[in-house]
């Protein structure tokens, strides 16, 4: 079956810990994504990625990092600079051509204390 | 900077009711725009997408249409099913990359 795995779906960490989320794709597309969910907001973007060993920061980048070292993996590290780290972490795919449709995976709920 | 809107924020249907959803946009420059359902808890599922050159996209009791010049959207659900309740996203995609959500309309529909 083709798709985008995320895990953990549950991670809890203490403040002041480093914590990395996995994405991984199946579909062969070239661009990922990662998005931030709060509550009652829509998705804000972390970072993208359109090729191996590429990316760019999108609009709430500070306090996070991410690496592209294969075309189907794509982590982000959350860390202790991120100042509200708690919130719904989702990660995104796409082809870079003809409709950049975009698909999600299921989504990893971190929660630090 | 684009900016999306949803309107209304939450709605309470009974079962059988048609209903409409809507989305606004402040650039009209889009490549194409997509509704998304969330469940509680869940990722997004994509519903339909529509590129800037079209008009409507259809997929079964769902219509979507889209008039980019002035900058709106709206989801169209026929005859609406205990089943539809979710929370509905609308994004738009500007230049073939990330997308630029709506805070979406969460819809709770009654038997």
């Known amino acids: 079956d083709g798709g985008i795995t995320q895990s953990p779906k549950y991670l809890f960490r203490k403040e002041g810990q480093n914590v990395t989320l996995s994405c991984e794709q199946n579909?062969?597309?070239?661009?990922m994504y990662w998005y931030r969910q709060d509550p009652g907001q829509g998705l804000r973007l972390i970072y993208y990625?359109?090729?191996?060993?590429?990316?760019q920061k999108g609009d709430i980048a500070e306090g996070y990092s991410v690496s592209r070292e294969k075309k189907e993996s794509f982590p982000l590290t959350v860390t202790s600079a991120q100042k509200n780290p708690t919130a719904f972490y989702l990660c995104?795919?796409?082809?870079?051509?003809?409709?950049?449709?975009?698909?999600f995976g299921p989504g990893t709920r971190l929660t630090v204390t | 900077k684009q900016e999306v809107t949803q309107i209304p924020a939450a709605l309470s249907v009974p079962e059988g009711e048609n209903l409409v959803l809507n989305c606004s946009f402040t650039?009209?420059?889009?490549?194409?725009l997509q509704w998304f359902r969330q469940d509680p808890g869940k990722g997004l599922t994509s519903l339909l997408l529509?590129?800037?050159?079209?008009r409507e996209q259809t997929s079964g009791r769902l219509n979507a249409s889209l008039d980019k010049s002035s900058g709106r959207s709206t989801l169209y659900i026929a005859a609406s099913q205990p089943g539809d309740s979710a929370t509905y996203l609308c994004?738009?995609?500007?230049?073939?990359?990330?997308?630029?959500f709506g805070k979406g309309t969460t819809l709770s529909v009654s038997s």
């Open positions: 995104a795919s796409s082809r870079l051509a003809g409709t950049y449709e975009q698909y």
């Open positions: 579909l062969n597309h070239d661009a």
């Open positions: 990625s359109q090729i191996v060993n590429d990316f």
């Open positions: 650039d009209s420059a889009i490549y194409n």
């Open positions: 529509i590129q800037s050159s079209q």
């Open positions: 994004a738009v995609n500007q230049a073939g990359t990330a997308l630029i």
